[in-house]
């Protein structure tokens, strides 16, 4: 299920109760941290996030993928982050949430995003040329910004596979690049590739082996050449360790998984990266918890005691990174 003919009846994000990304990041800038970035596609997720959010009184931005979108139904997922505004004003003490697209691929989707109530939006075209990334990501600003909405661009290739974005192979940023690209494209933020990848299985590690390092030399070099500009890692799961050895323990099988150590992106997030996102760490969580319930209770058949459980782990995640990973509670 995809779009429906509710797409075309355009809303602002303001009327759902969202906000850009603009100030949220020159906070995240001044005060080194990073805004966290979670995908959600169902409701327990959703709600996960913002219980986790507002209890550690940080910002958020929720993203929504474009195999999300159409999981979930474009429509339907308009209401449910409206929801989790109402929901969150209900808990008392809202924090600011924007609504993100992540790996937009086409200028079309992003314009269905924005006319649909996104209050900001990525345009992914680092694939392409540079000439073409250019004039991609300028033609999403061009429509995004008469509409207040920010758009984030990307320089640079990330490996691994997650959700329906896969390279085979990682290209670094080129910091040459950067300055040429924020110019000419207007974006308000730049997704960069300095050794995080997408997925579980981001690194292939023999035995004995540690994950390599990100690549900070090219990060203070971009910083150098667009400074204050704001800065986005994608493929940031950590991938712990305790949730794999759970999922395998409760019969799943999964075997050579690897992520990016908290203490780097804890170190990131102190510089001009000021989102990071995550999305695998949330699947394995909820995944561990399920198969948990299955294995201890294999006669259970409500979802509701199998995915309330998961939801409660979520939340006990969520709340670690913005404390520990992101430095981004307390920040409201």
Not at 183 to 201: C, N, R, V
Not at 254 to 273: C, D, F, N
Request: glycine share 8%; aromatic share 8%; charged share 25%.
């Amino acid at each position: 299920m995809g779009n429906t003919v509710a797409d075309s009846k355009t809303v602002s994000y303001k009327e759902l109760g969202f906000v850009n990304t603009r100030e949220m990041f020159q906070d995240a800038m001044k005060n080194g941290y990073a805004v966290p970035a979670y995908n959600f596609n169902n409701m327990e997720q959703l709600q996960a996030i913002i219980t986790a959010c507002v209890g550690s009184r940080s910002p958020v931005i929720l993203q929504v993928s474009k195999g999300a979108r159409d999981y979930a139904n474009s429509t339907l997922l308009r209401w449910m982050g409206r929801g989790a505004i109402e929901m969150m004003k209900e808990m008392g003490k809202p924090v600011p949430v924007a609504l993100h697209l992540d790996h937009g691929d086409t200028f079309e989707l992003c314009k269905s995003c924005i006319d649909s109530g996104f209050s900001s939006v990525m345009i992914d075209a680092s694939s392409k040329p540079f000439a073409e990334n250019v004039a991609l990501t300028k033609k999403v600003v061009e429509y995004a910004h008469q509409r207040d909405v920010t758009v984030e661009g990307e320089l640079g290739v990330l490996a691994g596979i997650e959700d329906e974005v896969s390279a085979e192979k990682s290209h670094y940023t080129d910091p040459k690049d950067v300055e040429a690209f924020v110019k000419q494209t207007g974006a308000d933020s730049l997704a960069i590739s300095i050794g995080t990848s997408h997925g579980a299985y981001k690194f292939k590690l023999k035995p004995g082996q540690s994950v390599p390092p990100l690549r900070f030399d090219i990060l203070k070099e971009i910083e150098k050449r667009i400074p204050g500009f704001p800065i986005v890692l994608h493929g940031s799961s950590s991938v712990p360790p305790a949730y794999i050895e759970m999922i395998n323990k409760y019969g799943g099988k999964m075997e050579g998984t690897a992520g990016i150590p908290e203490e780097q992106l804890r170190q990131a997030a102190k510089s001009a990266v000021c989102k990071i996102n995550i999305d695998s760490d949330g699947r394995l969580v909820m995944t561990a918890a399920v198969r948990k319930v299955f294995q201890e209770k294999p006669g259970e058949f409500d979802p509701r005691k199998y995915l309330g459980p998961a939801r409660e782990e979520l939340i006990k995640m969520y709340m670690d990174k913005n404390e520990k990973v992101l430095g981004s509670a307390g920040r409201c």
